[in-house]
């Protein structure tokens, strides 16, 4: 099992910031792939940017440029730095932690961006 815990969604104004954290722990293994999805009300999740444990990374059409995903490998914990925020931006953010078949989900953190 993998346990994963997000922190850092709230309400910001449009053009700010904000930086999500993912924490796992549990039973992990190296080569894995952490990324962050996020779904709107009606809306499917999508995702928002991913990376792997050797740096490569993902990122959705709608965020490049001002969405920046990084990972901490010795702690198990993935970032995403939210700059130029967008009211569409707003949606609950939701971790992912995957190796092979292996998936495991956050419990999701809002993140609201008025304009």
């Known amino acids: 099992q993998v346990q994963l815990v997000e922190s850092g969604g709230g309400l910001v104004q449009a053009g700010g910031s904000l930086r999500l954290s993912c924490a796992a722990s549990g039973t992990i293994f190296s080569n894995n792939v952490m990324g962050w999805y996020r779904q709107a009300p009606g809306k499917q999740r999508e995702l928002v940017a991913d990376?792997?444990?050797?740096?490569?990374?993902t990122y959705a059409d709608s965020v490049k440029g001002r969405f920046t995903i990084s990972r901490d490998n010795a702690k198990n914990t993935v970032y995403l730095q939210m700059d130029s925020l967008k009211p569409e931006d707003t949606a609950v953010y939701y971790c992912k932690w995957s190796r092979g078949t292996r998936v495991y989900w956050g419990q999701g953190t809002q993140v609201t961006v008025s304009s």
């Open positions: 990376i792997s444990s050797g740096g490569s990374t």
